[in-house]
């Protein structure tokens, strides 16, 4: 499964509005920062780690998609 599959799936767990990697967390989904970071912590548990240093930067689904990577 991709990681793109891996964020959507969660994000689903989530919110019950239609979305896609242009979607702003905050403005679009509501996501505030508890529910932001219970997101991370479903992703890193299903192996999938966040590059902390670009915490700031994330606005949307598909900046969060590009930096995330695989657990070796």
């Known amino acids: 499964m991709e990681i793109r599959d891996v964020v959507y799936e969660e994000i689903k767990k989530i919110v019950d509005v239609d ?6 967390f905050k403005e679009d ?11 991370l912590i ?15 930067s994330i606005k949307s689904i598909g900046e969060l998609i590009n930096s995330l990577e695989l657990k070796k």
């Open 42 to 56: 479903s992703l890193d548990n299903r192996g999938i780690c966040f590059k902390s240093e670009k915490l700031n």
């Open 29 to 39: 989904l509501g996501l505030d920062s508890f529910k932001a970071l219970n997101l």
């Open 19 to 24: 979305f896609d990697d242009n979607t702003l």
